[in-house]
């Protein structure tokens, strides 16, 4: 404890990084404060009499909590970051069969200018589709038609949509001013401190209904403590495991000002048991959305309604065996995209670099893919357990489905990797300053698995 003091004693030292902080602080405040604002033509007054319209732990408590309550608070920021990251994850993929973006992809500087122009108006085609949307939905979340003072007419749709719009740029904006002004990830930033202002509702909540109800008590609370820093510590070696492959240089090489001689030296490239993040966790959960859909397409007969029944509950079984598949599938489909065995070979056979045993060029190529190939499989069992716990103890310990969102998914890896990576830059400062770092645990070091 008293290291970690010390560690913020010298945090404080450091202006440049102390200005950061404070520059990083004070936009998630501006954030926050905008998830509270409602929208013009809605009565606010209404909405607070409502009580819970998160939808409690379905799918309208998920999005709900990615915006930090904005959702359903009918908030200029209801739409929040996602659009911008939905526009971010078309144009990384569309990147893999377009020749333009490739080529961008290769231009550096200029060409990733491009690309974020690109995003930014493909995120504003996403808003401009989504918000109309979200104003129709609202009924979905509990909100009467007496709450829209002007009705959905075009008075009030026309001007909604345009805030809406404007406040998810404004909110990607306050995402790329933490990262050039503050300590970086701004746009992940965001997304955690979304995720963690629904906590303490949701915590509370769980407590309430153990002790109200006599439903286990408190020591089930303390159970569920336990059990959660577990998944935390779990979700960190996810997060952090790699697969060291060995690289010997067979020519000699300069490196720095000290002309250090490496010839013959041995290093490794880190190849990462969960390379694909939480990317296939949101392309399934996108997917999940159809089956319902197509229920409601196939009509109340006994096979539509079966679906409907089944596939609109995310806590049911047949929901999360189909989800956990689909997890597995794009975790596979991700990392092959995302990971250039091919480039990877070339860049260490142009280097000079060879892994001992395999010759250079395509056997090197077909090794990695191996070894991720051979990596990825338990990464993404590993991923999908991650992603059903949630169902898992809703089931089992009758946990609040809004807390029991905590306890996997796509909520608590973000909030592992963010805060992972934000300590990592905040140690990095401190190191090159020579002082010791936040959590001598948290430094840039991988797991070897």
């Known amino acids: 404890m008293g290291k970690f003091i010390q560690a913020l004693i010298n945090i404080y030292k450091i202006e440049e990084l102390r200005v950061r902080i404070g520059i990083t602080l004070s936009i998630l405040l501006v954030y926050r404060v905008g998830a509270q604002i409602t929208l013009p033509g809605i009565d606010a007054l209404q909405l607070a009499e409502l009580g819970d319209r998160t939808g409690g732990g379905g799918l309208l408590g998920v999005l709900n909590m990615f915006t930090g309550g904005a959702f359903a608070n009918a908030s200029v920021f209801a739409l929040g970051i996602m659009p911008y990251i939905s526009a971010s994850i078309v144009v990384q ?19 990733r200018k491009t690309l974020n122009q690109i995003t930014r108006w493909l995120t504003i085609a996403i808003c401009v589709v989504q918000a109309p949307a979200y104003l129709y939905g609202l009924s979905a979340l509990g909100v009467p038609d007496s709450a829209f003072i002007l009705g959905k007419s075009f008075t009030f749709m026309i001007p909604s949509v345009i805030i809406l719009v404007t406040g998810t740029i404004f909110a990607m904006w306050l995402g790329e ?14 997304i955690m401190v979304g995720i963690i202002a629904t906590l303490p509702m949701s915590f509370t909540q769980e407590v ?99 679906i409907q029944v089944n596939f609109s509950d995310i806590f049911g079984l047949w929901y999360n065996i189909v989800f956990g598949l689909l ?23 142009r280097s000079g670099g060879f892994v001992p045993g395999i010759r250079p060029g395509n056997e090197t190529s077909e090794f990695l893919d191996n070894v991720m ?22 089931k089992l310990m009758g946990m609040q489905q809004g807390w029991a969102l905590f306890y996997g998914g796509t909520s608590l890896l973000i909030m592992v990797g963010v805060a992972i990576d934000t300590i990592q830059q905040v140690n990095s400062y401190l190191l090159n300053r020579h002082y010791d770092g936040l959590m001598k645990t948290t430094s840039n070091r991988k797991i070897s698995i």
């Open 208 to 306: 309430i209904s153990r002790v109200s109800e006599n439903n286990g008590g408190l020591i089930l609370i303390l159970i569920e403590m336990i059990l959660w820093i577990i998944i935390i510590l779990l979700s960190i070696l996810l997060v952090l495991a790699v697969r060291q492959i060995p690289v010997q240089y067979a020519r000699r090489a300069q490196m720095g000002a000290n002309n250090s001689n490496l010839f013959g030296r041995r290093q490794y490239i880190p190849l990462k048991l969960n390379a694909s993040g939480v990317m296939p966790i949101i392309f399934a959960q996108a997917i999940m959305f159809a089956p319902s859909y197509i229920g409601r397409l196939i009509g109340n007969n006994e096979v539509g309604q079966w």
């Open 93 to 111: 993929l569309m990147g893999v069969a377009l020749p333009y973006l490739q080529k961008l992809q290769k231009e550096g500087e200029s060409g």
């Open 327 to 349: 997890i597995i599938i794009f975790t596979f489909f991700y990392t092959a995209i995302t990971v250039p065995t091919n480039k990877m070979s070339d860049d260490l056979k």
């Open 177 to 190: 001013k933490i990262t050039d002004k503050g300590i970086g990830n701004g746009i992940s930033l965001l």
């Open 373 to 394: 190939s051979q990596i990825t499989f338990p990464g993404s069992l590993f991923l999908a357990a991650l992603a059903v716990f949630p169902a898992i103890v809703v």
